[in-house]
């Protein structure tokens, strides 16, 4: 049974960082895109950032790519986000995602593209 586990959201101020982590158990990690997504009050749940098995490729909302860098350590079946430059509207909860495919283009941006899902941690970003 694949879980996943986030950590590493908080209150922080506009201009701050903060870093997530997402820890993987029950699949072989090193086999498994992952991917990090958002959902606001309100709002559907929207892609921020994912990374494939290696690391080799890497996508990134137009929100997210100047100021969000992902990472992984296939090592510690672990999953980052690291984020600077927040902002009040990236306020979230923030949810770790896995699959065991390579989504392509487009489909990087559907949460349907990914099958396992963690129970989120919350971000707010206070102005």
């Known amino acids: 049974q694949v879980q996943l586990v986030e950590s590493g959201g908080g209150l922080v101020q506009a201009g701050g960082s903060l870093r997530l982590s997402c820890a993987a158990s029950?699949?072989?990690?090193?086999?498994?895109?992952m991917g990090w997504f958002r959902q606001a009050p309100g709002k559907e749940r929207e892609f921020v950032a994912g990374i494939s098995w290696n690391g080799g490729h890497q996508y990134f909302s137009d929100s997210a790519k100047d100021r969000f860098t992902i990472s992984r350590d296939n090592a510690k079946n672990t999953a980052y986000l690291q984020m600077n430059s927040l902002e009040p509207d990236d306020t979230a909860v923030y949810y770790c995602a896995a699959t065991p495919t390579l989504p392509y283009g487009s489909r990087w941006y559907s949460p349907s593209s990914f099958d396992s899902w963690g129970q989120g941690t919350q971000v707010t970003v206070s102005s």
């Open positions: 029950g699949l072989t990690f090193s086999r498994y895109t």
